[in-house]
């Protein structure tokens, strides 16, 4: 079952502009990450917010948490060309038998930074 | 950095072969992770693993099979691939100490004719 959902699915800007990217989820969570997906490449890890944190900076990243509403969002800054990706949120779902929290990905969203 | 390598960055295979992928990471890390990835449908677990010769199935595990005797390789196993498993599979690894954060190998997209 999918836990995380992003929105918009898609979302093309202008370079200089700023994106937003946001995510809901339906259970409780101990922390949410947010990933980027160049095409046809693995995903590369930006940025995890822990369940007790409301904000979190990373250079042109910003990230929101608010887990009242089961929700998160992630604010590119200033984008830029080389911005442009897929955008995945990711949800632990508790610890397993080995210490490993599994992470639920959302379906991620298309973001396109016109030069 | 860490590395995740995957064996083969596209494959083409035809029905009922035996597929082998294969995932190496240099970290040591404990933890790998299979997923299988198609349009729409977003990352979906098959399989991960949190010690040598330990698997934990994930939400798709049929069909795939895994092995891991060494704690640096992870490998997928389609025992009689079909057309249906036809997709692009990501590997990943964490640490448990640190195991909030997954690192990703470049994919493998397969095909299965």
């Known amino acids: 079952s999918q836990q995380g959902e992003e929105d918009p699915q898609a979302l093309s800007i202008q370079e200089g502009e700023n994106a937003t990217m946001n995510c809901s989820y339906k259970t409780s969570i101990n922390n949410l990450q947010w990933y980027r997906q160049n095409s046809g490449r693995g995903l590369v890890h930006l940025i995890l917010?822990?369940?007790?944190?409301r904000e979190k900076h990373s250079g042109r990243l910003r990230v929101t948490l608010d887990t009242s509403k089961k929700s998160s969002s992630l604010l590119i800054t200033a984008s830029r060309a080389a911005d442009t990706a897929s955008y995945f949120c990711a949800t632990d779902v508790g610890v397993t038998q080995g210490g490993s929290e599994k992470l639920v990905f959302g379906k991620g969203m298309k973001l396109t930074v016109n030069p | 950095d860490v590395k995740v390598t995957q064996s083969s960055r596209y494959l083409v295979k035809r029905t009922g072969e035996k597929v082998f992928l294969e995932c190496v990471q240099d970290m040591d890390h404990e933890n790998m992770f299979w997923y299988r990835q198609d349009p729409g449908l977003g990352l979906r677990l098959i399989y991960f693993?949190?010690?040598?010769?330990?698997?934990e199935k994930g939400d798709i595990p049929e069909g795939y099979s895994v092995s891991r005797e060494k704690k640096e390789r992870f490998s997928l196993i389609l025992e009689s691939a079909s057309t249906n498993q036809t997709s692009m599979y990501l590997c990943a690894s964490s640490q448990p100490q640190d195991s909030r954060t997954q690192y990703f190998g470049p994919g493998t997209r397969l095909t299965v004719l």
């Open positions: 693993s949190y010690d040598v010769k330990m698997k």
């Open positions: 917010i822990r369940s007790n944190e």
